[in-house]
């Protein structure tokens, strides 16, 4: 950790504007797109526009002597230029004071003798008033009925190396002071600690601090929504299968689902998993012949269950001695339910080998009588006739 923030800063220091004789003519750069995060800033206040491209060339680059330039997208010169507000320093572009003229584009071009790369991130200026809070705040949450903290973003560059930060808080453009119990400026951070947090609690904060560049102070100012989500209700899970005994054929492929009610408890805090001898599945059966199946969450009846099936393929010998595990676990119970395999009984009986052939011997008995019957057919003894083949048929079968 500490070689990688040397590096960093080796390499931060290095990023200066640096014109070398032989770099790569602007004409070959290659534009990587423009940086996904955009800066929103107040008018009035100082501004860092950090190099999207600095990171790559850092571990990708064989020399830390790079020319690094600033242009705006809607002119040609380079910036910093002869405006004083403007100036570069350890791979950024500072402007103090920003003003509503400073938005727009700004491409951050890095080259050196064998490589030329630009990117570009878009800034925007806003006059500080309600309407512009929507645009310029960042979004936090916090959960109901808990403490938790808000974070003041983005002042690491006026922050590095300090001990001695000191951030004031607002709500609705009210101060929050020290001696307020619900909020705590955490001294020294740029956290806001709050308790017992409630649904009066959302809304926009404000946190502030003061910076000062060549012996003038410049205000800096974030603006922080807070979200109050409802806390998930947990509920103590109830394992409903499997059964404590399942029969299965020597050879054969075997699903065992593990279904969990969790009534009207989230799944997501609450673990399923399969054990093998208290193994766990993955670290028993390595070469995969019993596997856990994908996990499922859903409701019947607005009530939710969890289900993790148990897969073998196919069932041998050794699984009847196996002893199998469901396991569920989240932050109000952990529970168990064990199950074993046993060979199902045959399904093997002479009745059902014995039937067919029984069908053949009545047919072709049946065939028979029929011919018989024929060379002793006559209107005077047909009913005597019937008669005699039935009882020689019925003496043929004794």
């Known amino acids: 950790m500490m070689f990688t923030l040397y590096m960093l800063m080796v390499g931060a220091s290095a990023l200066t504007i640096q014109h070398e004789a032989h770099s790569v003519a602007p004409e070959n750069c290659r534009f990587r797109g423009k940086h996904y995060k955009r800066e929103f800033r107040l008018e009035g206040e100082p501004v860092v526009l950090r190099c999207p491209q600095v990171p790559y060339w850092l571990w990708a680059s064989a020399s830390l002597h790079v020319d690094l330039t600033w242009h705006?997208?809607?002119?040609?010169?380079?910036?910093?230029?002869?405006?004083?507000?403007?100036?570069?320093?350890?791979?950024?572009?500072?402007?103090?004071?920003?003003?509503?003229g400073d938005s727009g584009t700004y491409i951050c071009t890095t080259r050196n003798a064998s490589r030329c790369d630009e990117m570009s991130i878009e800034l925007r200026v806003f006059e500080n008033t309600e309407s512009s809070l929507p645009l310029i705040s960042y979004p936090q949450i916090l959960t109901l009925s808990t403490s938790g903290t808000l974070v003041c973003p983005d002042l690491s560059e006026f922050t590095r190396n300090k001990t001695d930060v000191k951030i004031q808080?607002?709500?609705?453009?009210?101060?929050?002071?020290?001696?307020?119990?619900?909020?705590?400026?955490?001294?020294?951070?740029?956290?806001?600690?709050?308790?017992?947090?409630?649904?009066?609690?959302?809304?926009?904060?404000?946190?502030?601090?003061?910076?000062?560049?060549?012996?003038?102070?410049?205000?800096?100012?974030?603006?922080?929504?807070?979200?109050?989500?409802?806390?998930?209700?947990?509920?103590?899970?109830?394992?409903?299968?499997?059964?404590?005994?399942?029969?299965?054929?020597?050879?054969?492929?075997?699903?065992?689902p593990c279904k969990v009610f969790l009534g009207a408890g989230t799944p997501l805090?609450?673990?399923?998993?399969?054990?093998?001898?208290?193994?766990?599945?993955?670290?028993?059966?390595?070469?995969?012949?019993?596997?856990?199946?994908?996990?499922?969450?859903?409701?019947?009846?607005?009530?939710?269950?969890?289900?993790?099936?148990?897969?073998?393929?196919?069932?041998?010998?050794?699984?009847?001695?196996?002893?199998?595990?469901?396991?569920?676990l989240n932050t109000l119970s952990f529970q168990t339910l064990r199950t074993t395999v046993k060979e199902a009984p045959s399904t093997f009986s002479w009745g059902m080998v014995l039937a067919p052939l029984l069908l053949v011997v009545l047919v072709l008995g049946g065939i028979w009588i029929h011919r018989r019957c024929k060379h002793r057919s006559g209107k005077a003894y047909g009913l005597t006739t019937l008669k005699t083949c039935h009882q020689d048929f019925l003496s043929r079968v004794k």
């Open 72 to 100: 705006k997208n809607d002119s040609a010169r380079m910036v910093p230029g002869e405006e004083t507000r403007l100036w570069a320093q350890d791979g950024a572009l500072w402007v103090l004071p920003v003003l509503k």
């Open 169 to 256: 808080w607002y709500k609705d453009s009210v101060l929050l002071d020290q001696d307020n119990k619900k909020f705590v400026s955490v001294e020294g951070t740029t956290r806001l600690l709050v308790h017992d947090v409630s649904v009066e609690d959302a809304g926009y904060y404000s946190c502030a601090m003061t910076f000062t560049h060549k012996g003038q102070q410049y205000n800096i100012t974030r603006i922080v929504e807070l979200r109050v989500k409802q806390r998930k209700e947990e509920t103590i899970p109830v394992i409903i299968s499997p059964v404590e005994t399942i029969s299965a054929s020597m050879g054969s492929r075997l699903t065992i």
């Open 269 to 328: 805090t609450t673990m399923l998993w399969w054990t093998a001898n208290n193994t766990h599945i993955e670290s028993a059966y390595q070469g995969g012949r019993v596997t856990e199946g994908l996990r499922q969450e859903y409701s019947e009846n607005n009530k939710n269950y969890i289900e993790v099936p148990l897969i073998f393929d196919p069932v041998i010998r050794e699984d009847l001695n196996t002893d199998f595990k469901c396991v569920v």
